[in-house]
């Protein structure tokens, strides 16, 4: 169907979940802290990973482990320390790693400050910089390429799936530029990997704001079958966002006419 096809459900079993749409570059979903998610964005190639918002240091470093792969840097999406708060032990226990972060946002830990556009790589994974402001000043939000495969964006507390998130040191406007403006121009297909598990929360909301988009409800149901089988609702896609994320479509006549 339309919606399990946008939306890829991974189990939760006793090891992280590895999805990823062919050999030469994978996403590792770690499970962190009450909600949040971590991952490990790898290249099979170099057998090297990449650690995004590894709030619990310990558990994605032995996950790494787990995958066979060692972990060369830090992706860190914004400031706060359900996010930023693993990256001097991740330091610790490996020295010489880079951590890269928005150049708003001290980031705890930072070595190599990011802005908007400015381009990284994991061995033959091209990583794009998004500067998304809205949760945080700083947010950053990373696009991951690698040829022949269906690209991922890492997007923290910006985007979540069905949602975004809460408006601390910016502007609704910054909010809904990067939604819209930024994150809403990459490939429809593009996996999202969001910050927190707020699926079923988020979607509630959504279906009682648009009470005629039958998308949305089977969404929700899937969402809530998903939680009960303790399985992932990550990653989703940015056509999903579109169908079923009332802030990607906050512009639209229809959701004005809902909340005018």
């Known amino acids: 169907?339309?919606?399990?096809?946008?939306?890829?459900?991974?189990?939760?079993?006793?090891?992280?979940w590895v999805v990823g749409s062919g050999p030469a570059m994978r996403?590792?979903?770690?499970?962190?802290?009450?909600?949040?998610y971590a991952y490990l964005l790898v290249?099979?190639?170099?057998?090297?990973?990449?650690?995004?918002?590894?709030?619990?240091?310990?558990?994605?470093c032995a996950s790494a482990q787990e995958e066979g792969v060692r972990i060369i840097g830090v992706l860190t999406t914004h400031h706060h320390w359900d996010h930023a708060g693993g990256n001097n032990e991740m330091v610790s226990k490996l020295p010489g790693i880079k951590v890269y972060g928005g150049r708003l946002d001290n980031v705890q830990a930072c070595t190599d400050p990011l802005d908007h556009n400015d381009e990284i790589s994991l061995g033959s994974i091209k990583i794009q910089a998004l500067h998304t402001p809205g949760h945080t000043k700083g947010?950053?939000?990373?696009?991951?390429?690698?040829?022949?495969?269906v690209g991922s964006v890492f997007t923290g507390d910006t985007l979540f799936?069905?949602?975004?998130?809460?408006?601390?040191?910016?502007t609704p406007a910054d909010l809904y530029n990067s939604l819209v403006n930024v994150l809403g121009q990459l490939p429809e297909q593009t996996q999202v990997y969001v910050g927190h598990e707020y699926t079923v929360k988020n979607l509630e909301f959504a279906a009682g704001v648009e009470q005629e988009n039958e998308t949305l409800k089977k969404m929700l149901q899937w969402s809530k079958d998903q939680n009960m089988q303790r399985k992932f609702t990550v990653p989703s896609t940015m056509q999903n966002e579109f169908l079923i994320n009332p802030f990607m479509r906050s512009a639209s006549a229809e959701l004005r006419s809902i909340c005018p």
């Not at 996403?27 to 949040?36: E, G, K, M, Q, W």
């Not at 949602?163 to 040191?169: A, K, S, W």
């Open 1 to 16: 169907t339309r919606i399990a096809g946008a939306l890829l459900a991974v189990g939760v079993g006793s090891r992280p």
């Open 27 to 36: 996403v590792v979903v770690v499970p962190v802290l009450a909600d949040n």
């Open 43 to 60: 290249d099979e190639a170099s057998g090297t990973a990449l650690a995004v918002d590894p709030a619990e240091a310990a558990k994605v």
């Open 139 to 149: 947010s950053i939000s990373y696009f991951c390429t690698e040829q022949g495969q």
């Open 161 to 170: 799936v069905g949602g975004c998130g809460r408006v601390f040191e910016c």
